[in-house]
């Protein structure tokens, strides 16, 4: 929000007051009303890349914001998706705000400049904020969140999850993974799927059928060696855990992103 305040009412999250300073993402982009006085009758507006100015169209505004979008791959979209909050709202008076209030200047400046590089600096500037909003913590609302960025808050989990991404061919327990994290196997386990949102096996198995959805759409890399990548002992035993989880074959898969 550069100027002004408006309100934010986005589905199945409830309605926030934004302020000049605040920083809202939205990873799922679920249906949404941005209003003024959220009385008013709503109106669908389609998206721009150009500035749009809605209401009375001369005089000053009373609310300006600069608005923007990201693209997940598409392959993997519902695994970010997923793991992420429905909403994360930064106000001005966050630690934390300041900095993105002055990526978004950086941003704004560089959109209208126009000068040489000027795709490459705003591809740079978006992923910045983009991490910079999602390593961002409430502390009153923080022990509440679930999904991996609450898990690598948690430092016991942090250190598991770093293990598990790091080696995800090896033949994980429970045990082990509590061991990495320095608890018993049975409080790993509560603790992972309390704050993950899912038992640490079912994260894995996410994880690795992730891994190999991105190798079978860039590469086109034998089956077995895909299954040997991700911690599967033949093709076949990685070909069923595959169908099972996506709907369909390891091969079926690749044929219809290249496509």
């Given amino acids: 929000m550069l100027e002004g305040s408006c309100f934010l009412d986005v589905d199945g999250v409830g309605v926030v007051k934004l302020e ?9 982009l679920p249906g949404f009303t941005m209003a003024s006085d959220l009385s008013i009758k709503p109106k669908a507006i389609k998206a721009t890349h150009s500035a749009i100015r809605h209401g009375t169209q001369d005089g000053p505004p009373t609310m300006r914001q600069l608005g923007g979008y990201f693209r997940f791959d598409r392959t993997n979209a519902h695994l970010v998706v997923r ?18 209030h002055r990526i978004a200047e950086l941003i704004s400046e560089e959109t209208g400049a126009r000068r040489p590089g000027r ?56 045990a082990d993974l509590g061991r990495t994290a320095g608890m018993s196997r049975a409080a790993f386990a509560e603790r992972f799927t309390r704050t993950v949102g899912m038992p640490p096996m ?27 990548m ?30």
């Fill in 20 to 28: 000049e300073g605040d920083f809202v993402l939205i990873p799922a």
């Fill in 83 to 100: 793991f992420l909050p429905s909403l994360i709202h930064i106000r001005r008076d966050d630690p934390g705000a300041a900095r993105l």
């Fill in 119 to 174: 795709d490459l600096i705003l591809e740079r500037l978006v992923e910045v904020l983009l991490v910079e909003s999602l390593r961002f913590r409430r502390a009153e609302t923080a022990s509440q969140e679930k999904g991996l960025l609450a898990g690598l808050a948690d430092p016991a989990l942090a250190r598991a999850l770093r293990r598990m991404h790091d080696d995800v061919a090896r033949r994980w327990t429970v």
């Fill in 230 to 259: 991700i911690g599967y002992q033949s093709a076949s035993a990685f070909s069923t855990a595959f169908t099972r989880h996506a709907g369909c074959s390891p091969s079926g898969f690749a044929r219809s992103t290249r496509t």
């Fill in 202 to 228: 079912e994260y894995l198995l996410e994880w690795r059928i992730a891994i190999a959805k991105d190798v079978l759409r860039r590469d086109r890399t034998p089956l077995s060696e895909v299954a040997e």
